[in-house]
């Protein structure tokens, strides 16, 4: 099925590790965005993407990074991870924002 | 940071009641939606309200967006076990090839629970 599709679900990291969450989507999207969400917070932009190549920063952006090498993927990086980075992060993308994101089914991140 | 302000936090209402969520903000969208998540999910979207005063109805489920842009409001009637799930708003600073780039900021959401 079409859609954004998020590997790894779930994710146990020890402080000071690395690792790279991938967002992969099917449909075209020239946008993309990485949130992540926390209880009673909502959902906090990241980073995000308006084409291949391109990326800026949200609200949120220290301590992550991210890349957008080609048009399906999107890419974000943890490089030293931290306690408070234990969340759930979504990607989402989209080719028109009336037409509202698609989000990927989300990975939980712990860190210990 | 544009702020949106989601009311109430929780909801606990028996199957049958009805029900309104609200989303305030002072700054104006150019558009405000309404999405439904369910735990291990990712947000789907319900409705995209862009006009001031625009009334949208999905069965059971009528969203109004208010005359100044600045503010939403869902509500549900009769609600379902079904229903039970996370609600986010979200409002938009503009369309997707706009100077936002499409960007959304979500509310802190509202999660209802329906007992049967």
Redesign the interface.
Same mark, same amino acid.
């Given at each position: 099925n079409a859609g954004?599709t998020q590997t790894p679900k779930f994710r146990v990291l020890k402080t000071g590790q690395s690792m790279t969450l991938l967002c992969a989507q099917d449909m075209n999207h =020239? *946008?993309m *965005?990485w *949130?992540r969400q926390d209880p009673?917070?909502? /959902?906090? /932009?990241i980073h *995000?993407s308006?084409g291949e190549g391109t990326t800026?920063k !949200? =609200?949120v952006p220290d301590g992550y990074n991210v890349s957008r090498l080609k048009k399906q993927n999107f890419l974000l990086g943890l490089e030293s991870a931290a306690p408070s980075q234990t969340s759930v992060y979504?990607c989402?993308s989209?080719?028109?924002?009336?037409? !509202?994101?698609t989000? !990927?089914? !989300?990975t939980r991140l712990t860190v210990v | 940071?544009q702020l949106?302000e989601?009311s109430p %936090?929780f909801l606990s209402i028996q199957e049958g009641e009805n029900l309104t969520v609200y989303c305030n903000s002072s700054s104006v969208f150019s558009?405000l %939606?309404w999405?439904r998540q369910e735990p @291990?999910?990712?947000? #789907?979207?319900l409705v995209?309200v #862009?006009t001031g005063g625009e009334v949208k109805k999905l069965k059971r489920l009528t969203f109004q967006f208010g005359d100044a842009r600045k503010d939403s409001s869902l509500h549900i009637t009769a609600a379902q076990p079904g229903d039970t799930g996370l609600y986010?708003c979200?409002g938009?600073h @503009?369309?997707?090839?706009g100077t936002s780039? @499409?960007?959304?900021t979500?509310? %802190?959401?509202t999660i209802l629970t329906v007992h049967p």
């Amino acid at each position: 099925n079409a859609g954004v599709t998020q590997t790894p679900k779930f994710r146990v990291l020890k402080t000071g590790q690395s690792m790279t969450l991938l967002c992969a989507q099917d449909m075209n999207h =020239e *946008y993309m *965005y990485w *949130y992540r969400q926390d209880p009673g917070m909502g /959902l906090r /932009l990241i980073h *995000y993407s308006v084409g291949e190549g391109t990326t800026a920063k !949200g =609200e949120v952006p220290d301590g992550y990074n991210v890349s957008r090498l080609k048009k399906q993927n999107f890419l974000l990086g943890l490089e030293s991870a931290a306690p408070s980075q234990t969340s759930v992060y979504f990607c989402a993308s989209t080719n028109k924002i009336r037409r !509202g994101y698609t989000f !990927g089914s !989300g990975t939980r991140l712990t860190v210990v | 940071t544009q702020l949106l302000e989601q009311s109430p %936090q929780f909801l606990s209402i028996q199957e049958g009641e009805n029900l309104t969520v609200y989303c305030n903000s002072s700054s104006v969208f150019s558009s405000l %939606q309404w999405y439904r998540q369910e735990p @291990g999910e990712g947000p #789907v979207l319900l409705v995209t309200v #862009v006009t001031g005063g625009e009334v949208k109805k999905l069965k059971r489920l009528t969203f109004q967006f208010g005359d100044a842009r600045k503010d939403s409001s869902l509500h549900i009637t009769a609600a379902q076990p079904g229903d039970t799930g996370l609600y986010l708003c979200a409002g938009a600073h @503009g369309d997707a090839g706009g100077t936002s780039y @499409g960007k959304l900021t979500f509310g %802190q959401g509202t999660i209802l629970t329906v007992h049967p």
